[in-house]
């Protein structure tokens, strides 16, 4: 299978039915590049700024100044833990400096995530059996939108051998959540707020560049004597994002039903099917039926009831 679906995620049949809800010019896109777009999760984060992040209780230790801002249990946990930042092999000789080898260990962690978004990148899908029209809404423009359905074994066809996608059921928090125990390098692009959870989104990832790299600068130097620590945490980008990539698909498994916004005038149907003829896709495009007339009663037979 082409797409690899990570271990920690929940798990995602090949049954399973997704959606992409999309404007006119995006499906317009999607078949003169024969590609999907992939969104960059730090250009997600201008419009959303918890997009890749860890809920709040991740960053908890950063109030810790000192020993006596430690409840009990934490005194008792930092006491155990041996999850610290030690470059130089050389242990912490006290509590205090343990502190503050713990707190550098899990700012160095979210660093690392933080920086990841920018060469992470994500297209996402609604896992749905049925259409709903919160998304035609949102998503699928409130008038000449439309929609590609297809099962999730579909979705792994689409995309050729060897294109290193991978995919992870969105997992939705509360901001007052515990603090979340990372698995996995990607699992923080898989975690969004509860007030998303009318998403039920499907996310496939995909990273090139510098991603995964430690973003802590070390003096090589010292290092090499096993004396001296890090220097500091580098500073996040200054410079705007790369919006997205384009990956490659194949149209003929990806457009196996394209659907019509119930909201679309009927010319957008038209247009649809003459596209998607031009590009060799026939009879997949169908209007969603969300607004058909419902039935009537009939006042014929009445007629022939005597009062």
Known sequence: MAIKVFSHSEEISDNTILWRYMDIAKFCALLTQKALWFSSVEFLAESD?????????????????????????????????????????????????????????????????????RNT?????????????????????????????????????????????????????????????????????????????????????????????????????????????????EPEPTERPEPGINVNVDLNHLLRDVVISPFAPDWVENLVNDLCWKFGIYNKVRRSNLLKKPPVFSTHSMDRIEV
């Open 49 to 117: 700024p918890y997009e890749g992040r860890l809920p709040d209780a991740n960053y908890a230790h950063n109030r810790w100044q000192s020993l006596s801002d430690l409840s009990a249990e934490e005194i008792i946990e930092l006491e155990n833990t041996n999850d610290y930042y030690n470059p130089g092999r050389n242990n912490p000789q006290n509590l205090e400096e343990k502190l503050e080898a713990v707190k550098f260990e899990r700012n160095r962690r979210l660093a690392r995530y933080h920086l990841n978004r």
């Open 121 to 233: 990148f994500v297209n996402c899908w609604h896992d749905q059996p049925h259409e709903t029209v919160a998304m035609w809404q949102i998503y699928g423009s409130p008038g000449p939108g439309l929609a590609i359905r297809l099962s999730m074994s579909d979705l792994h066809f689409a995309f050729p051998p060897n294109s290193d996608v991978y995919a992870m059921r969105v997992k939705y928090l509360d901001s007052s959540a515990p603090p979340v125990e990372v698995m996995n390098i990607f699992q923080p692009m898989g975690i969004k707020r509860k007030e998303f959870q009318y998403e039920r989104e499907i996310r496939l990832l995909k990273t090139r560049g510098n991603w995964g790299r430690d973003p802590i600068k070390i003096d090589r130097r010292s290092r090499e004597g096993y004396e001296a620590h890090y220097i500091d945490i």
